[in-house]
């Protein structure tokens, strides 16, 4: 949206002027935190992807200073917040109508986490991932959330 | 009978209201969305208002305050429950726009600013019961029950604790003053 960057083509997130099915990936670099409606970025993601597409998502954790440093930040997020674009019960298709598949999540921690081995825990046992988001990551904290989705059509 | 309004009532309304989504395939009567106008019923229409995990997605949470106030009766109740902001679910749901905590909602008590009036709004309600959930692990160590048991307790966790010993869920009620 700014010429100043290294941009191609110049346009809002919501009408970008691609058709459908245009990329075989599509990537979003500390990217959805900061747009006004996630759901609606990533269902423009979905349309101009093409399908078995990969989309790459990278956001800070919203246990990271980062997440703060910036104004232009709406949304704090974990490495569960886009479990609505997966699987999940019928009656969220109304919030959430485009379909992704999670690939992989990998989330980095601070180097002296990462030392202690929690990166490694994290990254290798989903459930001690959920133990880390419910119970430990004020103390030891997230720094950024990758996400690798397959685009569902 | 009672006349209860069930606000973002989804699938499972609570028995015997009127419920209101912006969703038509929920068990809603009254379809509206909440950040696009005030709500469809005169002023004083409700004994019991319930907003069960809504705040946290309104775009203003003093405009719908605003609006669950002028629908209440005076003297009646507005449930309001919401993720504490150190709970996994606060920042879960890509669409959780605010974070809250035990006093977020002191903007609307009486005296509730400093011993003033919050002068920004014209909402005014009470807090009758505040009920605070915690994680299993602190609960089964007692935390929940000093929580919800003590003022000053609740005070001193919100200041020193919660990012450690986690919140989960808040559930108040509020009695609307007018």
Not at chain 1, 103 to 114: A, G, S, Y
């Amino acid at each position: 949206m700014s010429p100043a960057g290294q941009a191609d083509v110049l346009c809002d997130w919501t009408r970008t002027p691609f058709a459908d099915s245009t990329f075989d990936e599509v990537r979003l670099i500390h990217m959805i935190e900061e747009v006004d409606d996630i759901f609606r970025m990533l269902a423009e993601v979905h349309r101009v992807a093409k399908p078995n597409g990969r989309v790459v998502i990278m956001t800070p954790h919203y246990t990271d200073h980062a997440s703060y440093c910036s104004p232009a930040h709406r949304w704090h997020l974990s490495s569960f917040s886009l479990w609505f674009f997966g699987e999940k019960p019928a009656e969220y298709d109304y919030y959430a109508p485009a379909q992704f598949r999670e690939r992989r999540v990998h989330v980095t921690l601070l180097r002296i986490w990462r030392a202690l081995g929690f990166q490694f825990l994290v990254n290798h046992f989903r459930w001690f991932r959920k133990f880390w988001e419910y119970y430990l990551c004020f103390v030891v904290r997230g720094k950024t959330v990758e996400w690798e989705l397959e685009v569902v059509k | 009978m009672p006349r209860i309004l069930d606000v973002g009532c989804g699938p499972t309304k609570y028995p015997g209201s009127i419920g209101l989504d912006m969703n038509a395939s929920t068990a809603a009567d009254v379809l509206c969305h909440l950040d696009h106008g005030g709500l469809p019923f005169r002023d004083n229409s409700f004994d019991h208002l319930r907003a069960e995990h809504i705040i946290e997605h309104v775009a203003d949470i003093i405009a719908t305050m605003e609006e669950f106030h002028r629908v209440t009766k005076p003297g009646g109740t507005i449930f309001i429950a919401t993720p504490h902001y150190t709970d996994f679910s606060s920042f879960r749901d890509p669409t959780h726009r605010w974070h809250l905590n035990t006093y977020s909602f002191l903007y609307f008590y009486p005296g509730g600013m400093h011993g003033r009036d919050m002068w920004y709004t014209k909402v005014r309600v009470r807090e009758v019961k505040l009920n605070l959930r915690l994680l299993n692990l602190w609960r089964a160590l007692g935390f929940e029950f000093l929580v919800n048991r003590s003022r000053f307790f609740r005070q001193f966790w919100e200041h020193y604790l919660s990012f450690v010993i986690r919140g989960k869920l808040m559930e108040f009620t509020f009695e609307v003053i007018k």
